[in-house]
């Protein structure tokens, strides 16, 4: 069965767990900066909210790639950058309507968010279940999916 | 069923692969003129720069990928297209017959008048073949002209330099990328590229072109090795003389993908589609446009009714490590207001431009992370409420609009 990440807004206490959880296990530091995953802060709400890709179904990211480089792992679903194909063009940066795939100017590629393979870090860090890791068919997600991806859908 | 594409760029190729996912019996031909593999220009910037081999530049990995998906790319050149007897005609003398035709021809480099530009000497960028012409010549510590500095231009740019050729670049406009952003972000490419040790000349032509290098206007003198041209394209449409179909810049298509023809469909750099942003027609020669209009024109090809909602026109550049975009109206609409953010000093830009409360379009320098974002906002025509005015007085809270305007808070 797939699983996706749920993220919970409203149980984020803004700790940045996941941040470092997410760079240590991508780039071994622990450092926000190079995570995939980011909170956002609002201050005048004292709120905060986790944001990192869907794996939405259009996967914008991937029809854009000029050559192949994003592709589906058939164990989580995830879009996955392969480096080794990854020419650093930046086009699937400003396909992503939802702005979940960054330059790394280090590497000259891309990041995003792959689910580590199953076990994603940023989940097993949070410490309030803001994050966690669901089965992609609990409804929760559907809707959020469906809400982030409608009138995105390139036709009528 | 007989679908027959014409050509094996990016639209060509998402069109028959989307058209086999939707039709398993249906006969799926590709007929490209070039004698490659179906290869993505874009990514021969990445072969001049040593990133990837002439392999890297293929659209899809495996060598079967195409057989296994039964989808036939042959090598061959179209000349004519007789619509009612629904068969195209070869250059080689041959023809070939459909039920259902995708012109998927893509554009092919323009060059202005000038005296020596057919020299042996200039070459545009455009095809493998151009870049191993410019991988041959331009070694490093050649001198390298380069004329135009729009779009692809400037990604040229950022090849050559890469390469360690001794670079100059001539744009006639009054700044680089003229078409896609101000004189702000413009200016700044202009200094930044300087301060990297190009040469950059803009607000002249060239008169002259010989051997030796070029002559500019102001018969300012640069000897050249070797010359490229990346001044502007044009829609391969020459072989549909004599079709009825209709052609403008590019052959006009409906929101269906389809000519004024029947069973005649047009997607890619060759199509003058719906923008996003006008509600005009429009020809927006890049690559995320060419793969939509493949997907959606194969929808329609195969009987289902898709509308299609316009593409958004959108570039990112590197130029030597600095990063530029822009997004749909980036230079604004009539009655809108403008949020920026003009930091030279830091290598930062900024400009929003808004229509009522909702994004309509955006250039940006030295943003890096989120981009995608002004995409979304623009595409999904969010309405932005109380953040319109916060991010008038403060563009870059961007994400926080976003979230704060969609579900996710
Ligand atoms: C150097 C360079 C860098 C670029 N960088 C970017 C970038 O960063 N971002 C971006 O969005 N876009 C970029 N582009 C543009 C992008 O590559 C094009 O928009 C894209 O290739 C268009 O795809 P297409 O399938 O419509 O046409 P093409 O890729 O041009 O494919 C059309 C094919 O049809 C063939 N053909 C033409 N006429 C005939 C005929 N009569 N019979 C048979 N075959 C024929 C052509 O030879 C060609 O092989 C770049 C282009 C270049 C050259
Ligand atoms: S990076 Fe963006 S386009 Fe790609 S799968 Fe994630 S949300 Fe979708
Ligand atoms: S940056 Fe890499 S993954 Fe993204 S579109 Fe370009 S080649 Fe594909």
Redesign the pocket.
């Known amino acids: 069965m797939q699983r996706a990440l749920h993220i919970d807004p409203k149980k984020c206490t803004g700790c940045l767990q996941c941040e470092m959880a997410c760079s240590y296990e991508k780039d071994g530091v622990f450092n926000p900066s190079k995570s995939r995953i980011k909170v956002f802060t609002f201050h005048h709400e004292g709120r905060f909210a986790p944001y990192t890709c869907t794996q939405c179904a259009e996967a914008w990211?991937q029809k854009?790639?000029?050559?192949e480089?994003?592709q589906i792992d058939a164990a989580t679903g995830a879009k996955v950058?392969?480096d080794a194909?990854?020419?650093?063009?930046?086009?699937?940066?400003i396909?992503c309507p939802f702005g979940t795939?960054n330059?790394n100017s280090v590497t000259g590629?891309?990041i995003k968010c792959d689910l580590c393979g199953g076990d994603p870090a940023c989940a097993s860090a949070c410490p309030t279940a803001a994050i966690t890791y669901v089965d992609a068919d609990w409804t929760g997600i559907d809707k959020m999916r469906a809400y982030a991806e409608q009138s995105l859908a390139g036709t009528a | 069923m007989q679908y027959l594409i014409i050509g094996a760029g990016p639209a060509g190729v998402t069109a028959a692969e989307t058209l086999r996912r939707l039709d398993a019996d249906a006969t799926i031909r590709i007929i490209g003129d070039e004698p490659e593999p179906p290869y993505s220009r874009m990514?021969i910037p990445y072969l001049l720069m040593d990133n990837i081999a002439e392999q890297g530049t293929h659209l899809r990995e495996h060598g079967n990928h195409f057989a296994d998906l039964r989808i036939d790319v042959t090598r061959g050149r179209v000349e004519q297209v007789d619509a009612a007897g629904h068969r195209v005609r070869l250059q080689d003398g041959g023809s070939l017959s459909y039920d259902s035709l995708l012109i998927a021809t893509g554009s092919s480099p323009v060059h202005p008048p000038i005296p020596g530009i057919d020299g042996p000497n200039v070459t545009s960028c455009w095809t493998l073949a151009d870049a191993r012409r410019i991988l041959a010549g331009a070694r490093s510590g050649s001198r390298v002209v380069l004329i135009g500095a729009g779009f692809i231009g400037s990604i040229v740019l950022e090849a050559l330099a890469q390469r360690g050729v001794q670079l100059s670049v001539v744009e006639q406009g009054e700044r680089m990328v003229p078409r896609m952003m101000g004189p702000e972000a413009g200016g700044m490419l202009k200094r930044w590229c300087e301060s990297k040790g190009v040469s950059v000349y803009t607000g002249i032509g060239v008169s002259s072109i010989d051997a030796g290098g070029v002559t500019l206007a102001d018969d300012t003198r640069l000897e050249a090795d070797l010359v490229i041209t990346a001044t502007g394209v044009k829609s391969n449409v020459g072989f549909l003389e004599g079709s009825g179909v209709k052609v403008d810049q590019g052959v006009l298509i409906d929101r269906h993908f389809r000519t004024n023809v029947a069973d005649v469909y047009a997607a890619g750099d060759v199509a003058q589609g719906l923008d996003f942003s006008t509600g005009d027609y429009a020809v927006h020669a890049i690559q995320p446009t060419a793969t939509d209009h493949g997907h959606i024109a194969a929808l329609n090809m195969s009987g289902q009714a898709a509308e299609y909602e316009g593409s958004l026109n959108m570039n990112v550049l590197d130029t030597l490590g600095l990063l530029s975009c822009s997004f749909g109206r980036w230079d604004g609409v009539a009655g809108g207001e403008h949020a920026e953010l003009y930091a030279p000093d830091d290598w930062r830009y900024l400009s929003l431009q808004f229509d009522g409360d909702r994004l309509v379009g955006a250039n940006a320098v030295g943003l890096s992370q989120h981009v995608g974002i002004l995409r979304g906002l623009i595409q999904r025509r969010t309405p932005l409420g109380e953040w319109k005015e916060r991010l008038m007085r403060d563009p870059t809270r961007l994400m926080e609009a976003y979230l704060a305007t969609t579900q996710v808070i």
């Open positions: 990211c854009a790639c000029p050559v480089a994003i950058i392969v194909r990854c020419v650093g063009c930046k086009v699937c940066t396909a795939v330059y590629k891309v | 990514a």
